[in-house]
Every structure is written in structure tokens, then in C-alpha cells.
T-cell receptor
Framework: DTEVTQTPKHLVMGMTNKKSLKCEQHMGHRAMYWYKQKAKKPPELMFVYSYEKLSINESVPSRFSPECPNSSLLNLHLHALQPEDSALYLC???????????????FGNGTRLTVT | AQKVTQAQTEISVVEKEDVTLDCVYETRDTTYYLFWYKQPPSGELVFLIRRNSFDEQNEISGRYSWNFQKSTSSFNFTITASQVVDSAVYFCALRDANTGNQFYFGTGTSLTVIP
């Protein structure tokens, strides 16, 4: 069983809809990530939260809005998406800090998003 | 700049054959960490192994083995006696000591094991 839980597993939304993706981990990790993955491509980093503060935003369009309510939860709010935003959205967590740089990413199962 | 190259885009092998997936990395840092992930058709990325730059010991775990060579900046992954369940996309990734929470992924190698 994965230790990072993402909901929903599948999401179909129209271009005018507002929806949210949710992610939860209970491994005590203080870094949480959103990745976007297109078919046959590697994961592409979107956002990183470190100690509940946004530390990396990879120039993601404002129609994607991340939120980290506490150390275990990570949300991605979606609004006015485009069909090209259809992809697998992966949440991940890791330990953070100089002493744990060898900590791997632990991924959730992902949300498969289709924008119509 | 950090970069990970997986030159093999797709590989097909017949069941029980051995297969090696190549990974070459670039970094200016002397301390860094390398990882392999497996992504089966179901989509989840599964962590397989990590290796620290200061530990060049090779590792074997069942049918899986990893060969880390700093001299050639390579971290190759070998599956012995491949099975159909090994069919997946495999990603190599790099995390260095200076760029914090940034992971650099290769483009992945899609492995198909034919029964």
C-alpha cells in the first residue's frame, strides 16, 4: 500500500469548472511536491512545499493554485484549465534538510485528469 | 548544471533474458544522490534504490542489481532473468546536496518483457 494517498483517482472537468486534487501523507515528511506527467514523459515538477511554505514554483500558470494546510496535507486547486492540462498529477513527499539529502521521493498513485 | 540521460527509450526482451538499463548523470557537486524508480502501467512511481556519491559499492536485491561507477558517471540497473511483471517505465533520478528539494529525472526507459 502506498503511504501517500491521492484523491480522486480520476477526474474529468470542463474548462470552466473549479476542482481540487488532494494529497495526504503520514510519514512525517516535511517536503511535499506536485508533479505533472504526460504520457511517455518523465514527471515534471510544479511546486514544492518545505515546512508548509512554498519553496519552489516552476513558473506554473496561475490556473493551478497549490495549498499546504498542514504538514500532512497538500492540495492543488484547479480553475479554468485547458485541454492541454490533461495529464497524470502526482503528489510526492520526502524528508528535507541537509542531513537527509539522500531521502527519496515517495509518490502517490496519482490523479488522472481529463479536461474537456 | 544537473542532468540525467537515459539513452534507451524502449527495450524489449524475451522472458528470462537479462537486461541492463543505462543511466548517465552530470553534476558539478561532489556530494549527490542517485535513485531508480519503476512506473508500471498502473501509474504509481515506485522507489527501487538510492545510492550516495561517496558509496560506490554495487548492490544486489534479488533479481535486481545496480552498478555505480563515478569514473564514468553512470548508475546502471540490471534485471536478471526478466519476468513479465518487470514490464514498466524505469526512471533514473539525481538529487544533489546543494539544490535542496530538486530532483532531476531522466527521460525514462520503457521495458517490455515478452512472455
Amino acid at each position: 500500500d502506498t503511504e501517500v494517498t491521492q484523491t480522486p483517482k480520476h477526474l474529468v472537468m470542463g474548462m470552466t469548472n473549479k476542482k481540487s486534487l488532494k494529497c495526504e501523507q503520514h510519514m512525517g515528511h516535511r517536503a511535499m511536491y506536485w508533479y505533472k506527467q504526460k504520457a511517455k514523459k518523465p514527471p515534471e515538477l510544479m511546486f514544492v512545499y518545505s515546512y508548509e511554505k512554498l519553496s519552489i514554483n516552476e513558473s506554473v500558470p496561475s490556473r493551478f493554485s497549490p495549498e499546504c494546510p498542514n504538514s500532512s496535507l497538500l492540495n492543488l486547486h484547479l480553475h479554468a484549465l485547458q485541454p492541454e492540462d490533461s495529464a497524470l498529477y502526482l503528489c510526492a513527499s520526502s524528508q528535507t534538510g541537509a542531513e537527509v539529502r539522500n531521502s527519496p521521493l515517495h509518490f502517490g498513485n496519482g490523479t488522472r485528469l481529463t479536461v474537456t | 548544471a544537473q542532468k540525467v540521460t537515459q539513452a534507451q527509450t524502449e527495450i524489449s526482451v524475451v522472458e528470462k533474458e537479462d537486461v541492463t538499463l543505462d543511466c548517465v548523470y552530470e553534476t558539478r557537486d561532489t556530494t549527490y544522490y542517485l535513485f531508480w524508480y519503476k512506473q508500471p502501467p498502473s501509474g504509481e512511481l515506485v522507489f527501487l534504490i538510492r545510492r550516495n556519491s561517496f558509496d560506490e559499492q554495487n548492490e544486489i536485491s534479488g533479481r535486481y542489481s545496480w552498478n555505480f561507477q563515478k569514473s564514468t558517471s553512470s548508475f546502471n540497473f540490471t534485471i536478471t532473468a526478466s519476468q513479465v511483471v518487470d514490464s514498466a517505465v524505469y526512471f533514473c533520478a539525481l538529487r544533489d546536496a546543494n539544490t535542496g528539494n530538486q530532483f532531476y529525472f531522466g527521460t525514462g526507459t520503457s521495458l517490455t518483457v515478452i512472455p
